[in-house]
């Protein structure tokens, strides 16, 4: 493929401009609420937290399965 199509295929690609969707944070008057934004931390937290989780899991696993094999 030459670069032109290349640089074309990537345009096309690219998302419309459109205007911004009002946000639900910011209220007609132009303030924002504070309980949206900390409700947003809060899920961000947990869904941090699962992620940890996880991996803790996982490494706990790992090392139990690497003693097994090494035990026998």
Do not use: A, C, H, Y
């Not at 690219?14 to 303030?31: A, D, T, W, Y």
């Not at 706990?60 to 097994?68: A, N, R, V, W």
């Amino acid at each position: 493929m030459s670069s032109e199509k290349i640089i074309s295929q990537e345009l096309n690609d690219l998302p419309s401009l459109e205007n911004p969707q009002k946000n639900k944070e910011v209220s007609p008057s132009g303030r924002v609420d504070i309980n949206i934004l900390l409700n947003r931390v809060r899920k961000e937290q947990e869904k941090q937290r699962r992620i940890n989780l996880v991996f803790i899991g996982l490494t706990l696993l790992l090392i139990f399965i690497s003693g097994l094999i090494l035990s026998f």
